[in-house]
């Protein structure tokens, strides 16, 4: 999932209220913002990043990316567990569902 941060609104230093670790984040965002690239790259038709000078978007970046991304976008809603499966056992060469309790 990718994030709502760009090169122009980086992540904040501090984590959103809604980040369940504060800490992990604090760690995401100084490597997001470590994976971009230099100034004088950012207008360039083919940036490199600033940090492993691999073709930008590089892959850490990506992967950064896509942590905070999750970290912000997954405490949206919460979503419903799915129902259990019906439990089944096998009795000899026949399979039967178990009753539900």
């Known amino acids: 999932m990718r994030s709502p941060y760009t090169l122009d609104n980086p992540p904040p230093d501090e984590p959103p209220s809604n980040v369940l670790v504060p800490s992990l984040w604090r760690v995401q965002a100084r490597w997001w913002k470590r994976h971009t690239p230099a100034f004088d790259q950012r207008g360039a038709k083919h940036p490199v990043c600033g940090h492993c000078s691999q073709s930008w978007p590089c892959h850490s970046w990506a992967c950064w990316d896509g ?26 060469d026949v399979v039967v569902a178990a009753a539900k309790s």
């Open 67 to 92: 942590q905070l991304g999750q970290a912000v976008g997954g405490q949206a809603a919460p979503r419903a567990l799915p129902e259990p499966a019906t439990p089944v056992r096998a009795l000899g």
